[in-house]
């Protein structure tokens, strides 16, 4: 049975089956914290059977722990992930079987992470001419981040800036004539793992090493303290596992056109 998290009770178990996941304990963990008592937000967190948990928002879902793989189980989830139109999954483990029909696998996503305790090397860093900004202004680097698109721009903004006003994170940013031109952040975090993300680099200032000292200097200041992790693209495994980071696994993609069903 579908259970949306709504008690202190159901809140407690959510965090109990996301807890030690990476990525999801300080991502799912971090939205239940700052947006489960507000329908409102757009947000959504639900308790499903087995260990697994769900959150929604918009068309896109992230779903953590063990499915059972009965047909009433399979039944019940299909028809409710179609009557909220969600059309995109990022799950912990791949889909069971009987889901396979109607979700296609996408790019997977590599996992890394930074344990606790451990620097990594420091790139060279950055020229003169540009400064480093611990809290720079978020309006700029969502526009740096969503160059092409301002709805998301305008959705990392607000979500940022509230996991940032109640101490869930961090952005920095380097700058040029006061504008950012490289940003990495953390804004989720749990109280044993944070997790970076949102790096990106402006066109122009691509190929100068740029990333790799911020990304760095990111992590090496929340690893003091935490297990770090981010999630990449394929592609770009061979440039983080250049800057010393420790591949740990993959999280899955899924995507459905629920028009064609």
């Not at 996408?106 to 809290?135: H, I, K, N, Q, V």
């Not at 721009?153 to 940022?160: K, L, P, V, W």
């Not at 869930?168 to 975090?189: D, M, S």
Request: hydrophobic share 40%; proline share 7%.
């Amino acid at each position: 049975m579908i259970q949306a998290v709504t008690t202190p009770e159901q809140q407690a178990e959510y965090r109990r089956r996301i807890s030690g996941k990476p990525y999801f304990e300080a991502v799912l963990g971090t939205h239940l914290a700052l947006f489960g008592a507000h329908p409102a937000s757009g947000w959504m967190f639900y308790l499903l059977p087995g260990t697994a948990v769900l959150e929604l928002r918009g068309g896109s879902g992230a779903l953590c722990g063990n499915l059972p793989e009965d047909a009433d189980t399979h039944d019940e989830l299909q028809g409710f992930l179609q009557f909220l139109h969600i059309d995109r999954l990022r799950c912990e483990h791949p889909l069971p079987m009987a889901y396979q029909t109607a979700w296609q696998p996408g790019e997977p996503l590599t996992l890394w992470t930074a344990p606790r305790g451990r620097a990594l090397s420091l790139p060279a860093p950055p020229p003169a001419e540009l400064t480093l900004d611990t809290a720079p202004s978020m309006l700029p680097v969502s526009r740096l981040v969503f160059a092409e698109n301002e709805t998301e721009a305008d959705e990392f903004y607000s979500t940022a800036c509230t996991a940032l006003a109640h101490g869930y994170g961090a952005c920095r940013a380097l700058l040029h004539h006061g504008q950012p031109v490289c940003t990495v952040g953390c804004y989720e975090q749990s109280d044993r793992e944070a997790y970076m993300a949102a790096g990106v680099t402006a066109p122009d200032w691509r190929g100068r090493g740029l990333a790799g000292w911020l990304i760095v200097t990111l992590a090496n200041e929340l690893a003091a303290q935490k297990e770090v992790c981010f999630l990449c693209l394929p592609h770009l495994c061979g440039f983080y596992q250049q800057l010393g980071f420790i591949q740990i696994g993959d999280i899955q993609q899924y995507t459905t056109d629920w028009n064609m069903k």
